[in-house]
């Protein structure tokens, strides 16, 4: 079965009740299936904030048309955001949006700023609702979770410098598997080709998981390697160390005493940083694969066990009975 199907079975999926409230694209959960969103969740959190050594940050959902323009959503993205009149809010003078995805707010956490070296990379982790407006798909999913205005992601971000922003690249593309891997979900790696890569990007993979229901791999995570592109647009530079010489130099003379004013290491230029992002996971695909590749033929869906912890223990998910009802 689709995963709506499965979540309707387990009595968790109110679509209409959503688009009577919302419209179109727009989906409730409750029950089960709103405990097993939130276990997911709450599961990738822990795992990267606990495993993968991320701090967990807390962002705003509403910025500014600079934030957008900074991680280059606008100009190009404009017409797949949720803009808010500017008689409601403004950021600072600016026109406000919606999140499209935490990367926004929390990449800009270092807007204007010159960082030190020895403090990156810098890891970030985010848990938070994105919005979307999803123009151009018009007919497209329709059915189920898969495209919404509105849905749950746990993003990762680092600020790296040049010559360690492939490195984390990879470590974090490793992060976000390792939430599939602890799930047990078949999926695989998409290498994209520079046609297909990102308005901002130079170097991305997908993670497609695999849905028995659709009979496909769908994507569940992109990450990307950035380079400069967004630390340019954000002026976010870091101060590189002084190079070994140099500190030796000053420290050969200020070695000699005799009252003089001590030399010190010559300051190096502050460079671009180099940012990377992926989600780890997007919670509400991540919920439709367990929903399909966890169903049994009764209509109960077993919960991985990465996830009975965030669940009170439960291990199998059961359809209500007449009586329940």
């Known amino acids: 079965l689709w995963h709506d199907d499965v ?29 097993m969103e939130r276990a997911l969740a709450m599961f990738m959190m822990d795992l990267h904030t606990t495993k993968h050594g991320y701090t967990e940050v807390s962002v705003p959902y509403v910025v500014g048309r600079s934030a957008l323009e900074g991680t280059s959503q606008l100009p190009k993205f404009q017409e797949d955001l949720f803009a808010i009149t500017p008689e409601s809010h403004t950021c600072n003078g600016e026109d406000a949006f919606l999140i499209p995805t935490a990367e926004v707010p929390v990449t800009n956490l270092h807007r ?4 030190e070296e020895a403090d990156l990379p810098l890891s970030y982790v985010a848990w938070t609702p994105c919005f979307r407006a999803e123009a151009g798909s018009y007919g497209r ?59 901002s990007a130079r170097h991305c993979y997908d993670l497609e998981v695999w849905l028995p229901g659709a009979k496909e791999y769908r994507e569940i995570s992109s990450c990307s390697n950035t380079g400069d592109f967004q630390a340019r647009r954000m002026a976010v ?5 002084p190079a070994a010489e140099e500190e030796e130099a000053a420290a050969a003379a200020n070695s000699g005493g005799g009252g003089k004013k001590k030399k010190k290491a010559k300051k190096v230029k502050p460079v671009l940083c180099h940012t990377v992002n992926g989600s780890g996971l997007a919670v ?12 049994k033929p009764d209509g109960s869906v077993v919960v991985p066990k990465v996830l ?12 209500p009975t007449a009586d329940s009802n």
């Not at 979540?7 to 089960?32: D, H, M, P, Q, T």
């Not at 509400?284 to 169903?295: I, P």
């Open 237 to 241: 530079r870091y101060r590189p160390k």
């Open 112 to 115: 204007d700023q010159i960082l």
């Open 141 to 199: 999913d329709t059915k189920g979770l898969i495209r919404t205005h509105q849905f749950q992601k746990v993003e990762l971000v680092k600020i790296t410098t040049a010559n360690d922003s492939n490195q984390q690249h990879e470590e974090l593309t490793k992060h976000a598997e390792a939430c599939l891997q602890a799930l047990e979900l078949p999926y695989r790696k998409v290498r994209l080709c520079s046609g297909d890569i990102g308005f």
């Open 284 to 295: 509400g695909r991540t919920l439709v694969a367990v929903l399909e590749n966890y169903q």
């Open 308 to 319: 009975r912890p965030y669940m009170g223990g439960k291990e199998i998910l059961e359809p």
């Open 7 to 35: 979540a309707l079975n387990l009595n968790g999926y109110k679509a209409e009740a959503a688009v009577k409230i919302s419209g179109a694209r727009f989906v409730a959960l409750s029950g089960v299936v709103a405990q």
